[in-house]
């Protein structure tokens, strides 16, 4: 009895989910609109009525559909905020995200959805999200190729579908600034990619692979995109015990070289990035993190033709802190673009929140001041709503927020470079090496018998305090 009782609210349960994940067609605000299902995008008003523009109103503001922190035309440390932060939305959390998890069904029901993955329905989500870009002040946009069309029954329509769709962004970009900081790929969902894409044991798998990041690369191109992004979800492996890594690693280097080959044969001049990611969905992701990227690039001569897009909460599950991951790319001349997202510290996968601590957003912007910048790259918003979160304004939120926190962020390293105390002490920490002999060791002059002779000279050295307190303390005052 208990188990028919079971079987009969599973049942219940999955007939709900289809009800509130198709939902009723909901029209706008203006009653004389229409909003049927027909064979064109079938809308007409506004996707976000009741929704302005965004403003930047200060930080007494109590304003949740406003900027506090945020000024894009305000110039700081030699650059207007929005030429340092350069922010992006990303289409897929953003109208893609469905607030389904592992043990629930979807939660979120936008009233221009009806239901269906159709190419009208692409259409429909792109205008929508083309206002709201508007109405968030920001110009930037990044995507994979399955997630703004659908996929057909052949490559051929599958291809015929995506440029139905970018055809349609090409024409909401014209007279406006809007355009790709990036577009990529979806080389991980599909049944096909489940051994990998570039590191598939099966042929057929890899070629198929190129056909699609050719394609992707070509429109990203005729967008204007500024970047094009390989996140290997599925480049990895479950077990060693029936992988051939040295196969699978050298034909990723090989897919790759041909992406650049290709990018540069039609005129492409964005930039090629890697985004490491340690593990899931594969157990082992082959670019784990910054340096084993960099490690990757260097043994490949890839160097010079990519750079990388470190994730905040790839980081963190790679066991890194967001600024190390940073750090380490920024001195190796790799840092290219920041997916600017947070995990939770209680758990222990890839949750793509927004970045809302403040001391964690000047660290990152620390090392985006000291690259001088980002661009060509910026900062995406890889960051989802959360599952309990429905409202459409929502979605602007959690937007304002995370831009907020990154331009306060901004806004503290100003302050920490015009107080100088940091700086200070790191430059006094390391000031024995600012000797004649420091000076030779730096310019690898200094051999072992010339260190050993010092060595005798000074007999045992004095080793003064680190300050790591005190850095702490200076680094906080800024918050």
């Not at 080389?187 to 099966?202: D, N, Q």
């Not at 990757?296 to 790679?318: D, M, P, R, V, W």
Request: glycine share 8%.
């Amino acid at each position: 009895m208990e188990i028919k009782r079971t079987l009969l609210l599973f049942s219940l349960a999955l007939v709900l989910s289809s009800v509130i994940a198709e939902g009723p067609h909901t029209c706008p605000a203006n009653l004389e609109a229409k909003c049927d299902g027909g064979s064109s995008d079938g809308w007409e008003g506004e996707f976000f009525p009741g929704i302005p523009k965004i403003k930047y109103e200060g930080p007494t503001s109590k304003n949740p559909l406003s900027y506090k922190w945020y000024n894009a035309e305000e110039e700081i440390l030699g650059k207007k905020m929005k030429d340092w932060l350069r922010f992006s939305v990303a289409f897929w959390h953003t109208f893609r995200g469905t607030g389904a998890d592992p043990f629930g069904a979807p939660t979120k029901s936008w009233p221009w959805e009806d239901g269906t993955n159709s190419v009208a329905m692409a259409k429909r989500r792109m205008r929508a999200h083309f206002e709201f870009m508007d109405k968030l002040g920001v110009d930037r946009w990044c995507f994979h190729d399955r997630d703004i069309a659908p996929d057909g029954k052949t490559l051929a329509e599958t291809n015929a579908n995506l440029d139905e769709v970018v055809a349609l962004a090409k024409e909401l970009q014209e007279g406006t600034k809007i355009k790709p900081l990036w577009g990529t790929a979806q080389l991980f969902l599909h049944p096909r990619y489940m051994h990998g894409a570039a590191t598939s044991s099966e042929v057929g798998v890899y070629a198929y692979a190129a056909a699609q990041v050719k394609k992707a690369i070509e429109v990203t191109h005729y967008l204007g995109g500024e970047n094009y992004v390989f996140w290997g979800g599925r480049e990895g492996y479950q077990s060693l015990l029936n992988t051939d890594m040295q196969r699978e690693l050298d034909h990723l280097a090989r897919f790759l070289q041909a992406a650049v080959d290709y990018k540069k044969k039609i005129g492409f001049n964005g930039t090629l990035l890697i985004e490491p990611k340690p593990q899931e969905p594969t157990k082992h992701q082959y670019d784990w993190d910054a340096a084993t990227a960099f490690a990757f690039l260097q043994k490949y001569g890839l160097i010079g033709e990519f750079k990388l897009n470190i994730e905040c909460n790839h980081a963190t599950l790679s066991g890194h802190s967001c600024h190390h991951e940073l750090e380490t790319a920024r001195i190796n001349g790799l840092l290219g673009n920041i997916d600017a997202n947070t995990g939770d510290p209680q758990i222990g996968w890839d949750t793509d929140q927004f970045l809302t601590d403040i001391g964690e957003a000047t660290l990152v912007m620390l090392s985006v001041v000291r690259n001088g910048g980002l661009a060509p790259g910026g900062f995406n918003f890889d960051a989802k709503l959360r599952r309990e979160s429905t409202d459409v304004e929502d979605m602007f939120i959690a937007h304002i927020s995370g831009m907020d926190t990154l331009a306060r962020g901004l806004r503290n390293v100003k302050k920490l470079n015009e107080d100088g105390s940091l700086a200070e002490l790191v430059r006094r920490r390391y000031q024995s090496f600012d000797t004649e002999i420091g000076s030779l060791i730096e310019a690898g002059k200094a051999d072992f018998e010339t260190l050993e002779k010092q060595a005798m000279e000074w007999d045992e050295p004095s080793v003064p305090s680190g300050k790591q307190e005190l850095a702490e303390m200076i680094f906080q005052s800024a918050l």
